[in-house]
């Protein structure tokens, strides 16, 4: 079974700092690695994804994460945040390949970015 | 605009009353997912579908059913709601299983008095 801890549910920034929001994840299998994000009454929706090659990834508004195998994490990080990136921010791992589904989440961040 | 969408946005139950919840999509997607949010929580999948197969998590309570009666619809029966059914519950599709996007609606938050 695969297990994810978000290491902070909260991070206050102020804004056009950087900020990293930290996912590790437990698994005996080969996985794939997802960032949702949730802005206020609104669903998730996918901000990044890692299935293989290259271990950065990107996103369109900015954000990047590095998937790093030996260290299990897959943090997720932005040079410079903007208000309207204050939103619920959530990791996700599934097994890798063939049918398996199953996306197994982590508790949240909660990032408020302050003027 | 392609969506996944849910009614109602919050629902206010009784004790033991039963309650449904509905699910459409215009994605024309095979997999229909449904999660329970509590607070401070990560999402949990209670069960999906991959067409009309259903597939039910091992610990998704029995008081927790659900209908596919065609690919734009789904529907999340709660028998019998109790105090700890209180909780958001997410509905989500994809193309197939296995590393695809999974859009989600906006939920449904569920109140049992």
């Known amino acids: 079974a695969q297990s994810v801890t978000q290491l902070d549910s909260q991070v206050p920034v102020f804004e056009e700092a950087p900020v990293e929001l930290r996912c590790n994840y437990s698994?005996?299998?080969?996985?794939?690695l997802f960032w949702y994000v949730q802005y206020p009454n609104q669903g998730l929706q996918l901000l990044l994804k890692y299935l293989s090659g290259s271990t950065l990834v990107e996103s369109i508004n900015g954000f990047e994460a590095e998937f790093n195998k030996s260290q299990t994490s897959f943090h997720l990080r932005k040079p410079s945040v903007h208000i309207s990136d204050t939103a619920e921010y959530f990791c996700a791992v599934s097994k890798s390949g063939g049918s398996n589904y199953k996306l197994t989440f982590g508790k949240g961040t909660l990032l408020t970015v302050n003027p | 605009d392609a969506m996944v969408i849910q009614n109602p946005r919050y629902q206010v139950t009784q004790f033991g009353k039963p309650v449904t919840l509905s699910c459409s999509q215009t994605l024309n997607h095979n997999v229909m997912y449904w999660y329970q949010q509590k607070s401070s929580q990560a999402p949990k999948l209670l069960f999906h579908y991959y067409d009309k197969d259903f597939n039910n998590e091992a610990d998704t309570p029995d008081n927790f059913q659900s209908r596919r009666p065609n690919t734009s619809f789904c529907f999340l029966d709660i028998r019998s709601p109790g105090l700890g059914d209180a909780a958001m519950y997410l509905c989500?599709?994809?193309?197939?299983?296995?590393?695809?996007?999974?859009?989600f609606g906006p939920g449904t938050r569920l109140t049992v008095l």
């Open positions: 698994s005996s299998v080969s996985v794939y």
């Open positions: 989500a599709t994809s193309r197939r299983q296995g590393g695809d996007e999974q859009f």
